[in-house]
Structure formats: structure tokens, C-alpha cells
């Protein structure tokens, strides 16, 4: 599978002459640069709001979780306002960077890319604005009903019922959107990235519904709505944020390097097996609970099982990138996303040893499990939504971002933040769990042993904060329109009669 | 308890009965024939497979000639 | 669009078919567990009343079980026993009064599950939720001086219910009473006991 085919001419001429800047390309810009721009400015509006808003939740779930973890080295600071007293602002956190920006920043890379790859228009803006404020008014609703402390302790199931029925509400606008988008398609292949869109925006509504109604409507008791709490929450990664972010990592490493990606057929059968396994991992977050040993047994064998498509999905990215690394150092949405396509082979691998008994015995209740979902939610799902964010909002606005060097800075900021908040925890939490299980060993000792990792996480979170600020400012700016005009947007300027597609005004179109 | 077994095969059967239509659907419609054509389906006339399209604001394609097509492979 | 729909249909089943082996069956399976009797005839687990109820909720709405479990793994499986945090493994049982339960995921504290029955004393619990390095050295649980109200050491009597602090951490100028809430939560805590017998070996 290489890329031998000869390279049409229509806009290839840049590698043999530089075209001058601000000088008009006179070839005549080819049919599909402006289905492109067509469908890139049919998403605008409503995209960038997503991305704003879910930037917006990004700053304010990085305070939350330094306010957490400075608490968890120094206890007594600001340990006198009961609304931010370490079991508020841990919830707050969760759920503002799940719902917040996960979600919201997720859904516009799931608009965007179901428009492009089904090459069609997205409609429904004002649904979609609607949709976007209904969240952010949710989030900040149920947030402050965190603080306040009118929850359930239910993991990832904190907020409250209403703000719930808000957020089903717009989940399934969404799956609406995604569905009209893909009806309308112009285009034959289904690309497997649009397999996994589809996996998300289907399975994730219904998962949300189901596991409300169980928990706050009654439907399980006792320990029963432990294992829905579980099987929910896992969910959540498996099949809605990772469905996300593969199918985001299949389009972009090989539509950025420019390389059909390495095997199709190994993609779908990634697709297919996780659809097959994911669904029953949850339960081995309660390895040693209070329940039948079938109940988790099924957990660890279906975590074992997802090594299928962690391993195709892992040969599939590698092989597409082996001899392009060299690009990396070019193009900021790769170096995010190759990041986190790498983090997901790891945290994946990980995962699955953690269900088995023998690891667990030592690895749950302790930070290691912390470090764990970070390298998924963090060093996998939120790099590649940079990396996603990087690609699309120039093609939204036509300009490119502002400021290389903030780009890098925010790189590299959240990259060795990560790094050193994964490391560091990981190896404080394994000796935190291996000393928990001699029972000789006093537990305030542990605590104590636990003392640097705990620092070393909230310097981690400085540098990924520091980061987070960086991006913010880009994406800022990039709304405010501050960037260069872009090569693309320049051309078609020039050939369009008139007004162009990226500079018409913002109506519904 | 013998029931519960039952249930839980049953669902598991059901599962796998479900996605093997789906997969038998994506065959019928030629989605799983041609993986090139839709490994390739990402690319277009102007934005062909060989041309890298994301660089850092300012590179631009013009920075660094080596990274279009033919050069790697 | 008939695509879609198979496609759609496809994805269905497969949440569907979770839902039902890991949600639906096993609470299907547990509704009917009975309490134990036990020999003084009283019976176990007791339904949260009252101010252990109350207590209950102050748990709940301060994220205690963000740092702490309730629940003692088997016996060949952690220390947990070994530790002296329980008896015997817990059980779907001793959970079918809980509305959540609460497990938790996450010990940066010790386990609770009996924690009633491991620290009995009422002063011990106050001193602890006030400010946990007064009774553990080097703890790194917040302090929780905001479940309790100072009043102002003027003349006034010291109230009966007020704070017994060792002397390093006497407050010169206050008395420090517990609130409602804080006794409720301290209700709750000493009512967390799952030392019995369930007939199931262990």
C-alpha cells in the first residue's frame, strides 16, 4: 500500500515553485478545494463555538484539579470553604473536563469530520448553537450543584438529574445531526473513521439514558447500581470518547502525512472487535467487591480481549507513520495526535493488564489507577482533540493561527506535563499499592512515602495548565481573526466572483 | 442461577449474531471490497495522497520542498 | 438511509446486550437477598434511619468516598483483613439498603467499611473530622472545621458538647460544637459495622 499513484498537477506546482506570498495563484482551483471550503464554512459557526466553549471548561477543570491536588500534599490550604474541601472540587473536575471540555471540544471534531468525510453540508446551525448553550448552561448548572455538595457520591454520574436530562437532550440532537450529515452524503466509501462516529453517537446516548434511568430512577439497588455505575463509566471512555478519538487519529495521521493509511481491512476489524468487548470491560473496577465473581470475571476477560483492537489499531498507526516521522517536526496536529495515538496503544495495553487479579490486587484504590485514566483521557483523548482542533479551525476561519511559538509551547508543556505527571504517579501508586498490601506497614507511613508523587503530580499540573493557558489564547485569537489569511482561502478569494464562501457573512447556509 | 447463564450467553449470542449482519451489510454494499479505494477515499484531486497538509503557521508547503510528494518510500 | 438504519440497528444491540448482562441480570439477581437474623434477634443490615441517614448524606455531599472505600476485599486477596479493616469479605447483602452504595474506587485513606465497629469513640471521630492530624500524625485528609461552629470564649460556660482538644491544639479564644451535621456524620460513621455473619463462610 504505497503512494505511487502519479500526483495530479492541479496543485502540486508549490514543491518546484514557491508561490510568492500574497501573489494570486492563476491555476484554476480545482472543484474539490471549493467542496471543501463549502462544507468547512457550513460547519463554522456552530464548531468553533463547541471548541471556544469546551476551551473555556478546559481552564476552569485545570484550576479545579490543581485546587485537588495541591489539597492532597497540603491539606490545610483553603480547607475553611466547605465548597472547595477536596470532595467537591475532585467531582467538579471530573465532570467539567468530561462533560465540558471533553464532550463539547469531541462533538465539534465529530461534526466536523462526519461533514468532510461524508463530503456533505452540516445543517441545522441554530439547533446546533441551541444544543451548544443548553450544555455549557448544564455543565456550569451542575457544577455549581458540585460545589455546593447537592450530589451523589456515584462516580461520573454526579451531576444532577436535570442537568442529566439537559445533556440527553443534546446528545441526541447530536446523533440527528450526525445521522442527516451522513444520509446526505455524496460520496460512495464509507471511511472507517465514520464507523466509529457512528459507534459513539449511537451507543453513547443510549448508554447515558439506560444508566440514568437504572440509577436515579430507581431501576437497580444495592450493588447492583455499583456494577451500572461501572459499567457506565467505562463506558464513557470506551464507547464515546475512544470511538472520538480513533476516528479522529484515522483521518488525520493519514490525511496530514499525505498516506493512505496502512491497512483498511485490520481497521475495520479494529472497529468491529471493540464493539464486540468494550461494552463488557466496566465490571473489573470491582475486582474484590462485594460481588459475584462472575460479574467481574466477565470484566476481565472482555478488558483481555480488547488487546484485538488495540493491537490493530496500534499496527495500523505505526505502520502509516514508519518512515514519516521526520513530518512531525512540520505539523502541529501530528505531533498531538501521533502522541496520542501512542498514549492509546499504552493506556490500552495497560488497562487490559490491570483487569487481570494479580495486578489488581496491588494496582486498585491507589494513584496508579489515577495515573492510568489521565494517560487515557489526558495523553490519548484530549492530545488528539488538540491535534483535531490544530487541523480544522484554519479551514474554519481561513487563517492560520497565530503564533507558532504558543503552539509549541503548548506542546511541550502539556507533553512533559503528562509524561511527568504519569510517571510520577504511577510509580508512587504501585508502591502505594504494594505497600498497602503489607500489613505490617502503618498507613500513615504510606501516606507519607506517597508525599513527593503527590507534589510531582501538582508540578505536572502546572505545566499542563501552562499549556492548556497557550491554547486558549490561540484559539482566541484564531476566532478574533488574528492569524495570516491562509494560502487556500487567498486562492479562492481570488477565483470566486464575489464574495468568497470563507469570508461570507455568518448566516445559516 | 442456571438462568442467569442463559440470559448472559444468550446476549453474548445475540450480540455476535447482530454484528456479524452489520459486517454481512458492509459487504453486501461493497464497503469491504475495496479497502484501497476507501483507505484512499480521504484524498483529493488537490489534496492528493504524497502532500503533507497541516505545517505550522508560517512554514507553509513552500518551506521545506522535500516533504511533498515522491519523497519518501 | 436503509443503511443507516442496519448500521444504527447494529450499534443498538450492542450496548443493548451489555445493559442487560451486567445491569439488568445482576440486579435481578440480587433484589432478592434477605437480611441475617442473628442470634439476639435482631437482624442485619440495618436500614439507614434518622441521623445515620442524615449522616449518610453529609458522607455523600462531602466526597468522602472520593478517598475512601467500604468495602473489604476476599481474604487471599490484599491485606485488607490482615489490616484489621474487616472480618470477612462484604457482600452484595450488605448493601441492599444502600441507596448508593459506596464502595469507592480509591484509598488515600483507609477503608470505612467498619469503621464503627474499629473506632467506637464518638470524642475520637469529632477530633478527627475537626482536623485529622489531631488524632493521626501526619495525615493529609482535609480538615473539616467547617462542620463545627466557634463560639467565643468569653465568660460564658463551656458547652457540654464542645471540643476536647488536646492542649497543642487548644483554641484559646473559642469553644468548638459540633453542628448537626457533624453529629450526624459521626451517627453514620459509627454505624458503619459489617463485623456479622452472613452464613457464607469467610
Redesign the interface.
Known amino acids: 500500500m504505497t503512494d505511487d499513484s502519479p500526483p495530479p498537477t492541479s496543485d502540486s506546482s508549490a514543491s518546484s515553485a514557491p508561490m510568492p506570498e500574497g501573489s494570486p495563484d492563476q491555476e484554476s482551483s480545482p472543484r474539490d478545494m471549493v467542496d471543501r471550503a463549502r462544507i468547512d464554512a457550513s460547519c463554522r459557526g456552530p464548531v468553533l463555538f463547541f471548541f471556544l466553549t469546551a476551551a473555556a471548561w478546559l481552564l476552569i477543570g485545570s484550576a479545579l484539579a490543581l485546587l485537588a491536588s495541591i ?3 497540603s ?2 490550604f483553603l ?4 465548597w472547595l ?4 472540587v ?2 467538579a473536575h471530573l465532570n467539567t473536563v468530561i462533560y465540558g471540555w471533553s464532550s463539547l471540544a469531541g462533538m465539534g471534531v465529530l461534526f466536523w469530520l462526519q461533514a468532510r468525510l461524508s463530503r456533505a453540508e452540516l445543517r441545522f446551525q441554530k439547533l446546533l448553537y441551541a444544543v451548544g448553550i443548553l450544555w455549557n448552561l448544564a455543565i456550569a448548572g451542575g457544577t455549581v450543584v458540585l460545589l455546593t ?7 461520573w454520574l454526579e451531576f444532577p438529574v436535570w442537568t442529566a436530562a439537559l445533556l440527553g437532550l443534546g446528545f441526541v440532537a447530536v446523533m440527528v445531526t450526525s ?1 442527516d450529515t ?2 446526505r452524503r455524496t460520496h460512495h466509501h464509507v471511511y472507517v473513521s465514520q464507523w466509529y462516529l ?2 459513539a453517537v ?2 453513547f446516548p ?2 447515558y439514558v ?2 440514568h434511568a ?2 436515579h430512577l430507581g ?11 461501572w ?1 457506565f463509566a467505562h ?1 464513557v471512555l470506551g ?1 464515546w470518547f475512544t470511538p472520538i478519538g480513533l476516528a479522529a487519529a484515522y483521518y488525520f495521521i493519514p490525511k496530514v502525512i499525505g498516506r493512505p493509511i496502512h491497512s483498511y481491512y485490520l481497521s475495520l476489524l479494529g472497529f468491529w472487535t471493540l ?2 468487548f468494550y ?2 470491560a ?2 473489573h ?2 475486582i ?5 465473581v462472575w ?1 467481574t470475571t ?1 470484566g476481565t476477560v472482555a478488558s483481555m480481549m480488547m488487546f484485538i483492537p488495540v493491537i490493530t489499531v496500534a499496527i495500523n498507526h505505526h505502520m502509516t507513520m514508519i518512515g514519516h516521522f521526520q513530518k512531525l517536526k512540520f505539523s502541529p496536529t501530528l505531533r498531538f495526535i501521533v502522541f496520542g495515538a501512542m498514549s492509546y496503544t499504552v493506556v490500552s495495553f495497560q488497562g487490559s493488564l490491570m483487569s487481570l ?1 494479580i495486578v489488581n ?1 496491588t494496582s ?4 496508579y ?2 495515573a492510568h485514566a489521565h494517560l487515557g483521557m489526558y495523553a490519548f483523548f484530549t492530545m488528539v482533540l488538540f491535534g483535531s482542533i490544530y487541523y480544522i479551525a484554519p479551514r474554519l476561519t481561513g487563517r492560520e493561527w497565530a503564533s507558532a511559538r504558543l503552539i509549541k509551547i503548548h506542546f511541550w508543556s502539556v507533553a512533559v506535563g503528562m509524561i511527568m505527571y504519569f510517571t510520577g504517579l504511577s510509580w508512587g501508586g504501585w508502591r502505594q499499592g504494594e505497600q ?4 505490617t506497614m502503618p ?3 504510606i ?2 512515602e506517597l ?1 513527593p508523587y ?1 507534589w510531582s503530580r501538582s508540578v505536572a499540573g502546572i505545566l499542563m495548565t501552562v499549556g492548556h493557558i497557550a491554547f486558549a489564547i490561540l484559539l482566541w485569537k484564531m476566532w478574533r481573526g488574528e492569524g495570516q489569511k491562509r494560502l487556500r482561502a487567498r486562492k479562492l478569494e481570488q477565483q470566486q466572483e464575489g464574495p468568497t464562501l470563507l469570508a461570507r457573512p455568518e448566516e445559516d447556509s | 442461577m442456571t438462568l ?1 447463564y442463559l ?2 450467553w444468550g ?2 449470542i ?2 455476535g449474531i ?2 456479524i ?2 459486517l454481512h ?1 458492509a459487504a453486501r ?1 461493497g464497503h469491504l471490497s475495496d479497502p484501497e479505494g476507501a483507505a484512499r477515499s480521504i484524498f483529493d484531486d488537490d489534496e492528493p495522497p504524497g502532500q503533507m497538509t497541516d505545517f505550522f503557521p508560517g512554514d507553509g508547503p513552500d518551506g521545506d520542498p522535500s516533504l511533498m510528494e515522491g519523497s519518501h518510500d | ?1 436503509n ?2 438504519i ?18 439488568l ?3 435481578w ?3 432478592p ?1 434477605e437480611p441475617v437474623q442473628l442470634d439476639d434477634g435482631t437482624t442485619r443490615p440495618v436500614p439507614p434511619e434518622g441521623s445515620v441517614a442524615e449522616g449518610r448524606l453529609v ?9 475512601h ?1 467500604q ?1 473489604i ?2 481474604d487471599n ?3 485488607d483483613q ?2 484489621g479493616w474487616g472480618t470477612r ?4 447483602l ?17 477503608d470505612l467499611a467498619n469503621i464503627g465497629a474499629r473506632q467506637p469513640s464518638r470524642s475520637w471521630h469529632h477530633l478527627h473530622m475537626f482536623n ?1 492530624v489531631i488524632t ?11 462542620l463545627y461552629e466557634a463560639i467565643p470564649r468569653g465568660d460564658g460556660e463551656r458547652p457540654d458538647e464542645a471540643l476536647n482538644f488536646p492542649e497543642e491544639f487548644d483554641d484559646p479564644h473559642h469553644w468548638w460544637v459540633p453542628t448537626d451535621r457533624a453529629e450526624a456524620l459521626v451517627d453514620y460513621l459509627l454505624s458503619l459495622d459489617h463485623t456479622y455473619p452472613t452464613g457464607r463462610g469467610q
Open positions: 489539597k492532597m500534599h491539606p490545610e480547607s475553611d470553604t466547605e474541601t477536596f470532595g467537591r475532585r467531582p455538595g447537592r450530589y451523589l457520591s456515584i462516580e445521522l451522513f444520509r457512528f459507534g449511537f451507543w443510549i448508554l439506560l444508566a437504572m440509577i431501576g437497580a439497588t444495592g450493588v447492583a447500581q455499583a456494577t451500572a455505575n459499567w463506558n464507547i464493539a464486540l461494552n463488557w466496566g465490571t473496577h470491582l474484590g467487591g462485594p460481588l459475584p460479574l466477565v487479579r490486587e486498585h484504590f491507589t494513584h489507577t489515577v498497602m498490601n503489607h500489613d498507613f500513615l507511613d501516606v507519607a508525599m503527590f | 442467569v440470559l448472559i446476549t453474548w445475540a450480540f447482530s454484528t449482519w452489520a451489510w454494499h | 438511509m443503511r443507516s442496519s448500521l444504527l440497528a447494529g450499534v443498538l444491540f450492542t450496548v443493548a446486550a451489555s445493559f442487560v448482562g451486567l445491569v441480570i445482576p440486579d439477581q440480587f433484589v437477598l458522607y455523600n455531599e462531602l466526597g468522602c468516598i472520593y478517598c472505600t468495602q476485599r476476599p486477596f490484599g491485606t490482615q489490616r469479605q462484604t457482600e452484595p450488605d448493601h441492599i439498603y444502600d441507596e448508593p452504595p459506596l464502595l469507592g474506587t480509591m484509598r488515600s485513606g483507609p485529622p493521626s500524625p501526619g495525615s493529609n485528609m482535609p480538615p473539616h472545621r467547617f
